[in-house]
């Protein structure tokens, strides 16, 4: 079995290529979504009620996620102390879920496992990882992207500027794919990868 992580900057095309990974027989665990998911767990939902109060919880019970991004992507040494704390509720149940996710694809003989995790390196999850791939896109590229998903240009400096430089993101991996390519050349390149990994 086969860890390989899947990193790059905001809207650089990860979910373009985790969809050809499965294509070629990956199995993808989407952290992202994993992590919306424990915010709303009672007892996680129930610290960040304690700090940040009432008004972070929407009507339905729900954690009101744009307003507690606003709280911890402001890019300030406050902010900064606050997304780190947050971080330290989401990580550890997220990899708890990443281990049993792993333990049910040993069970069912799945070979490839795709990682997206856009804090992968900041959680230090890259030592769970056989390989991790770099997905390099030019950033106005990235930002027209973001936008067209409703971002900001504000919000989408405030965001990337709370990860690890993409400089950094892109030393630590062993693989990079062109975030530019189109599908046929993208397909080849991830075939070329599996056989590499």
């Not at 390989?4 to 989407?30: L, M």
């Not at 911890?72 to 989401?90: H, N």
């Not at 694809?105 to 999850?125: G, M, P, Q, R, T």
Request: proline fraction near 2%.
């Amino acid at each position: 079995m086969k860890v390989i992580g899947i990193v790059g900057g905001i809207a650089s095309g990860k979910s373009f290529y985790t969809d050809i990974f499965e294509t070629e027989g990956a199995v993808t665990f989407k952290a992202d979504e994993v992590a919306h998911d424990v915010l709303n767990e009672r007892t996680i939902k129930e610290k960040i009620r304690q700090r940040w109060g009432d008004e972070i919880i929407n009507d339905n019970g729900t954690v009101n996620r744009p307003k507690l991004a606003q709280i911890v992507f402001q890019g300030t040494e406050d902010s900064d102390m606050e997304r780190l704390y947050l971080e330290s509720l989401i990580f550890p149940r997220v990899k708890k879920r990443f281990e049993s996710f792993l333990d049910e694809c040993e069970s069912n003989d799945v070979y490839y496992i795709i990682l997206d995790a856009a804090l992968l390196l900041e959680a230090n999850w890259d030592k769970m990882c056989d390989a991790i791939v770099f997905i390099d896109t030019p950033e106005e590229v990235r930002l027209e992207r973001a936008k067209t998903r409703g971002w900001t240009e504000t919000e989408f400096r405030a965001r990337e500027a709370s990860q690890f430089s993409l400089k950094k993101k892109k030393k630590r991996c062993q693989f990079t794919l062109d975030g530019l390519a189109n599908k046929d050349d993208a397909v080849q390149a991830v075939e070329e990868l599996l056989k590499r990994v």
